[in-house]
């Protein structure tokens, strides 16, 4: 069993940064493929972006690519997501998860239902 604690939310002006982190205890955290999702007000939790078990391989929603990068430190049970240039539409709940599942191909991991642990949350608001 895989907890799963996010840190770093906040509120931002557009064209800003923030940084979440996510610390994992429970389980052994490089078996993980580790996800960010969102979730907006009255909209559907959605994928941000995964990181493979080493860290080698990463995948991105077209809205946040080439603003967000995804990282992970192995050593330290941690996974991060840096959000540069922020806007409006970022604002959302932010969500780690964690799956130990394999499969194969750049959709593979982008469903929130690939996924068995998830955090409790940490909010991100971008003003304009």
């Known amino acids: 069993q895989v907890q799963l604690v996010e840190s770093g939310g906040g509120s931002v002006q557009a064209g800003g940064s923030l940084r979440l982190s996510c610390a994992a205890s429970g389980g052994t955290f490089s078996s993980y493929v580790m996800g960010w999702f969102r979730q907006a007000p009255g909209k559907e939790r959605e994928f941000v972006a995964r990181?493979?078990?080493?860290?080698?391989?990463?995948d991105y929603a077209l809205s946040v690519k080439g603003r967000f990068t995804i990282s992970r430190d192995n050593a330290k049970n941690t996974v991060f997501l840096q959000m540069n240039s922020l806007k409006p539409d970022d604002t959302a709940v932010y969500y780690c998860a964690a799956t130990d599942s394999h499969c194969s191909g750049s959709d593979c991991y982008a469903g929130p239902s690939r996924y068995d642990y998830w955090g409790q949350g940490t909010q991100v608001t971008v003003s304009s």
């Open positions: 990181i493979s078990r080493a860290g080698g391989i990463t």
